[in-house]
C-alpha cells in the first residue's frame, strides 16, 4: 500500500517548459533502422529517433514506439521515453517515483524564483488549494463564464473585421486566449499581445539549457514588464480583493516573491494551450464536416469536441519528469535518477487503451486520454479551459461563422513538437 | 489495516486491507480497482473518484466539505444521497470498516 506517496501538485501546462528547448534543439542523431537491445528486462535504446522528424509529424514516431520499444532511451532527446498509455498513467500515479523535480534551475531563474511547481508535499498542496478555489466548475460558471463569453465576442468581432482569408491563431486563438488569462489572473491594463510575447520568452528561458544570453535578457525584460504590472495588480487587489488568482495568492499570505513566481508560471503555461485547441478543432472540423453538422445540432456537443482534440492533438505532448528510484514499466527497468519523458500525446493515440486512436470521432462518450496530465498533476486550469473553449469559444465561432472551414488555398502551418499546435490558420467563411 | 468492500455496476466485488491513513480512491487506484480514477489525485478537482457509501458506513463520516459537495455536482453518474469522493475519505481517520458502490460512469 502506498500510504506515503508524496502529494505533488502541478499542471503539465506549466512544469515542462524545461523541456521544451532542451528537447527541441537537442542535437539529432544519425537515424540507424532498427531500436538496439540492451539486454532483457533493459530498455531498447530507440536511435533511429529524429527531432526534425517529430516536429514534421510525430505520430508516425510515436506509433512505432508504441509497437516496438513502449519504455526506450532515445539519445537525440537524452531521456527515457514511456510512449504506452499504460505506462503514462503508472507513472502520473506514482509521484513518489516519477518526481516532477527536474532542471529546476533554469525555471527559477527564467522566473525570478521558485513557483509552487518546484516544491513538493504539504506546502505545495496548500499553495495549489489556493489557485483551486476559484477553478472549481461553481466558480468558473459564476464568475468566469461572462467574461470569456466577453472576450470571445471581442475576438469574433476582430475575426470579422479581418474578412475571409483572416489567420485564426493571430486574430483569435492568440489574443483570446491570452485575455482570458488576464482576467483570470487579475491582471488589468495589460495588452493580449504582451502577455502572449511574455509566456514565450519565459518558455523560451526555462528551457535555456545552452544560456543563450539573448533569451536572458528577453526574460529579463519580460520579467520587469510583469512586474509593473503585477505592482499596479498587487495594490489594487491589496484594497479589493476580489476572485482573481492573484488575489487569492496574495490573501493567502504567500510571499510577494512567490506569487510573482507563480504568475510567471501562469503565463507561461496557460497561454498557448487553450490557443492550440481552438485551431486545432476548426482544422479537425474542417476535415470532417459530418461532426461539425453533428455539433451544430447541439452545441452542448461541442464538449465533446474538445475533448476529442485535446486527446488527438494533444498540444502537450511530452511531460517530463525523474526518477528518485530504480522501477519498472511495462516490463522494463528504468533506474533511478532516469529523465523522462511522458509521451501524452502517444498515450492518447494507444490502441490498447483506445479504440480507433487514430480516427477524429467525438461522438464516443469517455474516450478517455491524458491531455491534461492525471494524478496530482492534473491541469489546473482543466475547468477554465473546458468552458472557454470547449463551451464558449468554439461553439461561438460556428454560431457566427456557421460555414467556418480552413482555407484550402493556404493551409496552416504546425509548430513544435512537445509542445505542438497551429502557427498560422487561415480560414474561410 | 482497514477493510473496504467496492461492489461494482457490473456485480463483482473486490475488497482491500488498507494502511491508516490512505484515501479510498488511492487505495482503489493503486490496487486496480476498476470503475474508480482519481484523475486529480485527491486535490477535489476532478469528482472521478465517486463512490456510493452503503447506508451502515455513512455515520462515522465526516460532513461533506464545500469542495467535496460543489464536485459532486459533476459526477458523471448523478449524485445520491450515499455519494462521496472516495479521495476525501481516509482509511482509519474517517473510517474504520466501509462498503461502497461504485458507479456506472466516473
Ligand atoms: S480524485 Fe479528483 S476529486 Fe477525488
Given at each position: ?429 | ?63 461533506l466539505g464545500e469542495d467535496e459537495d460543489e464536485m459532486l455536482d459533476c459526477a458523471a453518474t448523478e449524485r445520491t444521497e450515499g455519494s462521496r469522493l472516495g479521495c476525501q475519505l481516509k482509511a482509519g481517520e474517517h473510517f474504520s470498516a466501509i462498503e461502497v458502490d461504485l458507479p456506472e460512469a466516473q
Amino acid at each position: 500500500m502506498d500510504a506515503t506517496a508524496a502529494v505533488r501538485t502541478g499542471c503539465p501546462f506549466t512544469d515542462k517548459r524545461s523541456a521544451v528547448e532542451r528537447a527541441e534543439n537537442a542535437p539529432t542523431e544519425m537515424c540507424s533502422p532498427v531500436s538496439e537491445t540492451i539486454g532483457a528486462g533493459e530498455m531498447p535504446v530507440a536511435n533511429w529517433i529524429n527531432v526534425a522528424e517529430l516536429r514534421e509529424d510525430p505520430y508516425p514516431t510515436y506509433a512505432r514506439l508504441r509497437n516496438e520499444s513502449p519504455v526506450a532511451w532515445v539519445p537525440a532527446i537524452k531521456k527515457v521515453l514511456i510512449a504506452s498509455f499504460a505506462g503514462c498513467l503508472f507513472a502520473e500515479q506514482h509521484p513518489e517515483i516519477f518526481s516532477n523535480n527536474v532542471s529546476g534551475a533554469h525555471m527559477t531563474r527564467a522566473f525570478g524564483g521558485q513557483p509552487m511547481i518546484r516544491q513538493d508535499g504539504a506546502d505545495h498542496s496548500a499553495e495549489r488549494n489556493v489557485i483551486n478555489q476559484t477553478l472549481r466548475p461553481k466558480k468558473i460558471k459564476e464568475v468566469w463564464e461572462a467574461r470569456f463569453i466577453a472576450n470571445t465576442q471581442t475576438y469574433l468581432d476582430a475575426l470579422e473585421d479581418g474578412g475571409p482569408g483572416a489567420d485564426l491563431n493571430d486574430v483569435f486563438a492568440a489574443p483570446l486566449a491570452a485575455k482570458n488569462l488576464i482576467d483570470l489572473l487579475g491582471l488589468s491594463c495589460v495588452a493580449p499581445a504582451d502577455v502572449a510575447r511574455w509566456s514565450a520568452d519565459f518558455m523560451a528561458g526555462a528551457g535555456n539549457v545552452l544560456d543563450d544570453q539573448d533569451i536572458w535578457l528577453r526574460c529579463q525584460r519580460s520579467r520587469e514588464e510583469l512586474g509593473s504590472a503585477l505592482d499596479e495588480a498587487f495594490a489594487r487587489l491589496r484594497k479589493n480583493p476580489d476572485d482573481s488568482i492573484i488575489s487569492l495568492l496574495i490573501h493567502s499570505g504567500m510571499p510577494e516573491e512567490s506569487v510573482r513566481a507563480n504568475v510567471t508560471l501562469t503565463i507561461s503555461g496557460g497561454v498557448s494551450e487553450p490557443q492550440h485547441i481552438m485551431t486545432s478543432s476548426v482544422s479537425l472540423l474542417t476535415q470532417h464536416p459530418e461532426f461539425l453538422s453533428w455539433a451544430q445540432e447541439e452545441p452542448t456537443r461541442f464538449e465533446q469536441v474538445f475533448q476529442e482534440t485535446l486527446r488527438l492533438q494533444s498540444p502537450i505532448a511530452m511531460i517530463t519528469r525523474e526518477t528518485t528510484t530504480d522501477t519498472e514499466v511495462d516490463g522494463f527497468r528504468i533506474p533511478g535518477g532516469s529523465q523522462i519523458g511522458l509521451l501524452l500525446a502517444s498515450a492518447n493515440r494507444d490502441v490498447l487503451a483506445i479504440e480507433n486512436p487514430d480516427e477524429f470521432d467525438p461522438t464516443h462518450e469517455a474516450r478517455r486520454h491524458l491531455g491534461f496530465g492525471s494524478g496530482d498533476h492534473l491541469c489546473a486550469g482543466k475547468w477554465a479551459a473546458e468552458a472557454a473553449v470547449g463551451r464558449i469559444a468554439v461553439p461561438a465561432l460556428y454560431e457566427r461563422f456557421p460555414t467556418l472551414r480552413t482555407d484550402p488555398a493556404h493551409p496552416g502551418t504546425w509548430n513544435g513538437w512537445v509542445f505542438r499546435g497551429f502557427s498560422s490558420l487561415p480560414v474561410v467563411w | 489495516m482497514i477493510s473496504a468492500t467496492f461492489n461494482h455496476p457490473e456485480g463483482t466485488t473486490d475488497t482491500l486491507q488498507i494502511d491508516p491513513g490512505v484515501s479510498l480512491m488511492k487505495a482503489a487506484v493503486l490496487n486496480g480497482i476498476g470503475n474508480i480514477i482519481g484523475e486529480c489525485g485527491g486535490q477535489a478537482m476532478c469528482a472521478t473518484c465517486h463512490v456510493l457509501v452503503q447506508p451502515e458506513y455513512r455515520d462515522q463520516l465526516p460532513p461533506l466539505g464545500e469542495d467535496e459537495d460543489e464536485m459532486l455536482d459533476c459526477a458523471a453518474t448523478e449524485r445520491t444521497e450515499g455519494s462521496r469522493l472516495g479521495c476525501q475519505l481516509k482509511a482509519g481517520e474517517h473510517f474504520s470498516a466501509i462498503e461502497v458502490d461504485l458507479p456506472e460512469a466516473q
